[in-house]
């Protein structure tokens, strides 16, 4: 029966808060007599004033807002000071500050996550106020103290925003806590391999659970972005090695061509040399022989040689296929070389230079076609 009471409960819970259209934040601030409160949603791109109130001896105010599709971000200002919190689908908001101390001496209640922010930012807002103890004057000794203290803070911070961010990504506190900024730098980076865990978990539970929502597209578009970077980098890296590893400015390939003729990377050495790794299978084959074919005839005349390695399973379906290229064409059947040149997806293009040095990976049409003209 407690059971049933519960859900029954629950349920009205749940249609009450779908069932309104609007939020109300109220409460009083203490010493503002004579002040004017602004209510502002705190947008993507910008800032932007829901409401006003000029607050009389007893400071007391409320607003009502209209609810957000999604959890949004809105602030109170006074004067030039701000407190932020979130809204979601249902909410009523209650604060109580003071005009001396607007932005940290307030409390709020009838939202966790808004309590929640108020801890990250007060945190952000101590380590601020040390940043802001350097001056040019100290010593050294003074600075490094105070540098000290500072890093210190931060990884305590950073501690505290990650364990809040992996207990509910979802939530907009854990999206508040990665955009945090200090010195007008943000805390949390998609890019450091640190920070990309924290980034990753928010942008991805946003994406499963509100994937049209604005802010979701732009972190999650940007985290995909670090992850892509991520990678480029480590490939890099593990290029660079195979390099000095084998003593050259490149990996030297022998593999035969449809005519059974073995044909040498080597043999190519003084022309700038396109090296891809293909496969005539891909569903954008068509399109992508003909942006090759435009850059043959279009520079071939000039010292541009094109040393295709085609990563196609059917022999047969090869053969047909590069019946008509122009340029050097062998099939790699096993990957032996596509695994040297650490090539993980296809197509992926290398543009070697006249000295036999690589220097490109991957680079999109529009800059392997500079890259090309720049060093024919």
Known sequence: ????????????????????????????????????????????????????????????????????????????????????????????????????????????????????????????????????????????????????????????????????????????????????????????SPYSDEDRPYCAAVATAYNAFMPEYDRTKNLYSLVMDAIRTNRRERSNQEWKKIIEQSGVGYIDIALNDKSGKTRKLSELEGKLILIDFSAYEMENSVQYTFALRELYNKYHSRGLEIYQISLDRSKLMWEESTASIPWICVRDENGTYASSYNVQQVPTIFLMNRKGEIISRSPDHKELERLISQNL
Do not use: W
């Not at 059971?3 to 601030?29: H, M």
């Not at 409320?62 to 959890?71: I, L, N, Q, T």
């Not at 249902?90 to 409390?107: L, M, R, W």
């Not at 996550?113 to 040019?136: E, F, H, M």
């Open 1 to 188: 029966m407690k059971k049933y009471i519960y859900f029954a409960f629950a349920a009205i819970v749940l249609y009450a808060c779908n069932s309104t259209d609007s939020f109300k934040t109220e409460g009083t601030v203490a010493n503002a007599d004579n002040k004017t409160l602004y209510l502002e949603h705190i947008g993507l791109m910008k800032t932007t004033v829901i409401d006003s109130v000029k607050l009389n001896s007893d400071g007391e105010f409320s607003f009502k807002g209209k609810r957000p599709e999604y959890p949004d971000f809105y602030r109170l200002r006074l004067d030039n000071r701000t407190i932020d919190f979130a809204v979601d689908s249902c909410e009523k908001i209650s604060f109580k500050a003071d005009a001396k101390n607007f932005s940290s001496g307030y409390s709020v209640e009838g939202s966790t996550t808004s309590a929640s922010i108020q801890k990250l930012r007060k945190s952000l807002n101590d380590i601020q106020a040390k940043v802001n103890l350097i001056k040019p004057e100290l010593t050294t000794a003074e600075r490094s103290a105070i540098l000290s203290e500072i890093e210190a803070d931060i990884a305590a911070h950073k501690k505290m925003a990650g364990a809040l961010v992996l207990q509910n990504p979802r939530s907009a506190a854990a999206y508040y806590a990665i955009y945090q900024q200090l010195n007008n730098a943000y805390l949390f």
